[in-house]
């Protein structure tokens, strides 16, 4: 499942104190992951990844590993990467963010 924030609440949501400096686009949950797998060579976004459970890999240009249950990911804009599932019961959660540059 994938929720792609509307661009009018976007708009509001950049003039928020609290959001304006990493605001998220969207929001996807992915359970059961099995065969799932992402490559981008650019993108201008972050993207954050939490593992709920099971396990999967990423590979950047400087680093390759496992991504297991409970770990954290972040992925600068521009970062071209990687990503797959290991096993049938990966579980993660996807969220590209905006972040003002030069903070």
């Not at 976007?10 to 003039?15: K, N, V």
């Not at 976004?45 to 770990?71: H, M, P, V």
Request: a positive charge; hydrophobic letters at 40%.
């Amino acid at each position: 499942m994938r929720l792609v924030a509307p661009v009018v609440i976007r708009r509001r949501l950049q003039q928020h104190p609290l959001a304006a400096d990493c605001l998220p686009l969207a929001v996807g949950y992915y359970e059961r992951a099995e065969h799932h797998h992402m490559s981008r060579q650019r993108h201008d976004d972050n993207i954050l990844i939490y593992c709920f459970a099971g396990r999967g890999k990423l590979r950047t240009d400087t680093w390759q590993g496992a991504i297991k249950s409970g770990e954290i990911l972040v992925l600068p804009s521009g970062v071209s990467h990687r990503y797959w599932a290991d096993e049938a019961d990966l579980v993660y959660l996807l969220v590209p963010f905006y972040r003002r540059s030069g903070r």
